[in-house]
């Protein structure tokens, strides 16, 4: 069975940075998509970032490139969620999620998904 755990959230200042890590057991990760998605108070999920099973193939999605950068350890099983010049609107409860075969922009398409870490920005 495939599990999936999340890292490295916390309280950070406007501008400051945080690595998110997501660690997959179970399965060997190279053969998995990864994406991140994020949670507000009050808002829809939304996508922010994923990686195919090369490592090569990356998408972030507008409110975030230039500043996150996803990535993959493919010998730790564990994908990275770097975020940089960090804003009080990437506050939200942010996901790791995977999947075999193709990565994917929706959600709904990960049937494997860690139980999310708290990301704070203040300002």
């Known amino acids: 069975q495939v599990q999936v755990e999340e890292s490295g959230g916390g309280l950070v200042q406007a501008g400051g940075s945080l690595r998110l890590s997501c660690v997959v057991s179970?399965?060997?990760?190279?053969?998995?998509?990864m994406a991140w998605f994020r949670q507000a108070p009050g808002k829809e999920r939304e996508f922010v970032a994923n990686?195919?099973?090369?490592?090569?193939?990356?998408v972030e999605a507008s409110s975030v490139e230039g500043r996150f950068t996803i990535s993959r350890d493919g010998a730790k099983n564990t994908a990275y969620l770097q975020m940089n010049s960090l804003k009080p609107e990437d506050t939200a409860v942010y996901y790791c999620?995977?999947?075999?075969?193709?990565?994917?922009?929706?959600?709904?398409?990960?049937?494997?998904r860690g139980r999310g870490t708290q990301v704070t920005v203040s300002s």
């Open positions: 999620t995977a999947k075999p075969g193709m990565k994917s922009g929706q959600f709904w398409a990960y049937p494997y």
């Open positions: 179970g399965r060997a990760l190279a053969s998995y998509s």
């Open positions: 990686i195919d099973g090369t490592g090569v193939h990356t």
